[in-house]
T-cell receptor, first 110, second 115 residues
């Protein structure tokens, strides 16, 4: 069962902050985050592990709450280059293959 | 530069025809994957392969077939049995099976349109 991402879409002004959530009904071992610009390949941002620390990629950080089976991606002081669709991929404790959420479309306007 | 090459970028076919999408990687990765992307549905796994001459079905394998005769190549055939083949197809690879220590590297995709 795929994780659920929220919101489905968000529009920001340059410099504003945003949070994207990824929730699963399964006990998770790891969460991957990727960003895809229109017509391009998804690009890896970061992996969060069960019991691990909060991760950071430039001004984008993420956390993983194992008890809630949820990960959140924090985009601080957003830049135009942050625009794209963000996907989370989850790996459960049963060792099943990575499963992706439906994506969150982020648009940053000047 | 190392990477994943998918060709062609756009592909048009008539209904009832089989079509093969190419995926080549020079990253020396063991694992390769095919994903299908439809609007609003994220990435869904079609097939994956962790070693040469071996592959497993993903969540939506019906109507698709693959081969892994060489480490660098993982072609996907969309057969006439696939009921709704029009989609964006992404190939990916990773050093090991995608997991906590092995992120995916994606190709630029092939957009298939079947009419």
């Amino acid at each position: 069962q795929q994780p659920v991402q929220s919101p489905q879409a968000v529009i920001l002004r340059e410099g504003e902050d945003a949070v994207i959530n990824c929730s699963s009904s399964k006990a998770l071992y790891s969460v991957h985050w990727y960003r895809q610009k229109h017509g391009e390949a998804p690009v890896f941002l970061m992996i969060l592990l069960k019991g691990g620390e909060q991760m950071r990629h430039e001004k984008i950080s993420a956390s993983f709450n194992e008890k809630k089976q949820q990960s959140s991606l924090y985009l601080t002081a957003s830049q135009l280059s942050y625009s794209g669709t963000y996907f989370c991929g989850t790996e459960d404790n049963a060792g099943n293959m990575l499963t992706f959420g439906g994506g969150t479309r982020l648009m940053v306007k000047p | 530069d190392g990477g994943i090459t998918q060709s062609p970028k756009y592909l048009f076919r008539k209904e009832g025809q089989n079509v093969t999408l190419s995926c080549e990687q020079n990253l020396n990765h063991d694992a390769m994957y095919w994903y299908r992307q439809d609007p609003g549905q994220g990435l869904r796994l079609i097939y994956y392969s962790q070693i040469v001459n071996d592959f497993q079905k993903g969540d939506i394998a019906e109507g698709y077939s693959v081969s892994r005769e060489k480490k660098e190549s993982f072609p996907l055939t969309v057969t006439s049995a696939q009921k709704n083949p029009t989609a964006f197809y992404l190939c990916a690879s990773s050093p090991l099976r995608a997991s906590y220590n092995s992120p995916l590297h994606f190709g630029n995709g092939t957009r298939l349109t079947v009419t």
